[in-house]
């Protein structure tokens, strides 16, 4: 597995700032708030075929995917994996355990080398406390997904 931190430099802030605010999720967000957000997250580097996150692991971090692209399958039936989803740029993943506390409810793999923004959970967990609106965004996000896991 090869995984590579990697500075967030001002075209990185930028595009974090365009992307995220046209995301019905994060659109509820100042721009203050954003920044409060990306200056607590870190950037990495996945290559092809890296697992970012297993189903039924304990987690505690969410990802928005900067460049590349990665794939959501589900375990059903012990060996049986279905492809639920492919994120790119913008997208997002890891709500549900930070909004549930829960265990990991897919498996995430990079489809091509990938780079994604990540949020420790007490970063996220503090700014869903603070914004009623943000909270109540990520919840339908996640009550959607988990619908969509559950029809796989």
């Known amino acids: 597995m090869t995984i590579h931190a990697k500075a967030i430099i001002k075209d990185d802030l930028n595009w974090f700032l365009a992307k995220m ?5 994060f659109s509820v ?6 920044m409060q957000i990306v200056a607590q997250m870190k950037a990495y580097e996945f290559k092809e075929g890296t697992t970012l996150v297993n189903q039924g692991e304990s987690a505690n971090l969410f990802f928005i995917v900067q460049e590349g692209e990665v794939e959501v399958s589900v375990k059903k039936f012990f060996f049986r994996e279905k492809k639920v989803a492919a994120l790119g740029p913008g997208d997002f993943f890891g ?3 930070l909004v549930s506390n829960s265990k990991r409810t897919a498996t995430v793999t990079a489809k091509s080398d990938t780079t994604c923004f990540v949020l420790l959970k007490p970063s996220f967990t503090s700014l869903i406390s603070k914004n009623a609106l943000f909270r109540e965004s990520m919840k339908t996000v996640f009550s959607r997904r988990k619908l969509q896991l559950k029809k796989a």
Do not use: H
């Open 29 to 34: 967000l100042s721009d203050k708030e954003l």
């Open 95 to 97: 709500e549900s355990v």
């Open 21 to 25: 605010g046209g995301i019905q999720a």
